[in-house]
């Protein structure tokens, strides 16, 4: 078990450019969540998937935003058209049975700058 | 709906004195509650979780929190502040059941001085 895995740690973008992210989950957990992280703020509820299906989304996730979970294992979250507002962390977090579904494990996140 | 209040921003000890991180929640089901800590450049790690058992929670690194229901609290605390400690500190609320989404207080930044 190495843990939740994001790829990259750290991007910068052009305004108006798209960027994708990665998340590897624990291998066994089947739930998988993604969170916005402002300077200064707590971490925001972006999406959540249980498996491959995405069963809940905020209405922080605007149109430009999409999360996909194809196999039920990754995630990728894009953005496009950048602003300089989508300048945040965005981590990522996972559960499963095995450890309770009511705790998350988190990868390190992908620190965003659009300049 | 739910919600987490942390009631500092920022809290200055020395090193050797207790920490008390405060902490409210609101909840329409009954909840989980966690404390969560962020150093510098480092993942979020879970110091100690509440899940309907024993009120007094004991975690990681000496850290405890207490649930009261009737003042809707969960309040961190540890007896003897190290300067390892200082770091970001969440407290967290989410549903027992469902999605088990998170909702996060806006941290409290500890310092520990020597």
């Known amino acids: 078990d190495t843990g939740v895995s994001q790829d990259p740690r750290h991007k910068i973008t052009k305004r108006g450019q798209n960027v994708t992210f990665r998340c590897d989950p624990i291998?066994?957990?089947?739930?998988l969540y993604w969170y916005r992280q402002t300077l200064g703020q707590g971490p925001e509820f972006l999406t959540y998937?249980?498996?491959?299906?995405?069963?809940?989304k905020s209405r922080l996730l605007s149109d430009r935003f999409s999360a996909e979970r194809p196999k039920g294992s990754f995630s990728t979250l894009e953005i496009q058209r950048t602003e300089q507002g989508d300048s945040a962390m965005y981590l990522c977090?996972?559960?499963?049975?095995?450890?309770?579904?009511?705790?998350?494990?988190f990868g390190p996140g992908t620190r965003l700058t659009v300049l | 709906a739910q919600s987490v209040t942390q009631l500092d921003s920022h809290v200055s000890v020395s090193e050797g004195t207790p920490v008390l991180l405060r902490c409210n929640y609101s909840?329409?089901?009954?909840?989980?509650l966690f404390w969560y800590v962020q150093h510098p450049n480092k993942g979020l790690q879970l110091l100690l979780k509440?899940?309907?058992?024993?009120?007094l929670v004991k975690g990681i690194n000496g850290f405890e929190a207490e649930f009261k229901k009737s003042e809707t609290s969960f309040h961190l605390t540890k007896p003897s502040a190290h300067m390892s400690d200082a770091a970001e500190y969440f407290c967290?609320?989410?549903?027992?059941?469902?999605?088990?989404?998170?909702?996060f207080g806006t941290g409290t930044r500890l310092k520990v001085l020597a």
């Open positions: 977090a996972s559960s499963g049975r095995t450890s309770g579904y009511n705790e998350q494990f």
């Open positions: 291998s066994e957990h089947n739930r």
């Open positions: 998937f249980q498996n491959e299906a995405q069963l809940e």
């Open positions: 909840s329409s089901y009954s909840p989980s």
């Open positions: 509440y899940t309907s058992a024993a009120t």
């Open positions: 967290v609320v989410s549903q027992a059941s469902g999605t088990y989404k998170y909702i």
